[in-house]
């Protein structure tokens, strides 16, 4: 069965840091390109940065700068390291992994809420 799931999302002060983790199971992980998106409230689901199989990241522009996408492959792990953070950052964080070899497949996680906030 595969798992993408998210943690270290929650409420953070403006200008403060948070580090995301999505752990993937039940996939070769090193195939596959992952994503972080993110959903504002009554806004689409939007990519914020992604990673493909050999490291190469992109960014959103509004977090360039001050997000940054990496990922384990011995751990499974992609990780979202969040600082300068925003009220407009506010959102549900979504993890998404896409295969590269083979039939094209796509999976989410479950989404994880990060509030910023005084």
């Known amino acids: 069965q595969v798992q993408l799931v998210e943690s270290g999302g929650g409420l953070v002060q403006p200008g403060g840091s948070l580090r995301l983790s999505c752990a993937a199971s039940g996939i070769t992980f090193r195939i596959y390109h992952m994503g972080w998106y993110r959903q504002r409230p009554g806004k689409q689901r939007e990519l914020v940065a992604d990673?493909?199989?050999?490291?190469?990241?992109n960014y959103e522009d509004n977090v360039k700068g001050r997000f940054t996408i990496s990922r384990d492959n011995a751990k499974n792990t992609v990780y979202l390291q969040m600082n300068s953070l925003k009220a407009e950052d506010t959102a549900v964080y979504f993890c998404n992994g896409r295969r590269t070899v083979g039939t094209t497949i796509t999976y989410w996680g479950q989404g994880t809420q990060v509030t910023v906030s005084s």
């Open positions: 990673i493909t199989t050999d490291g190469t990241t």
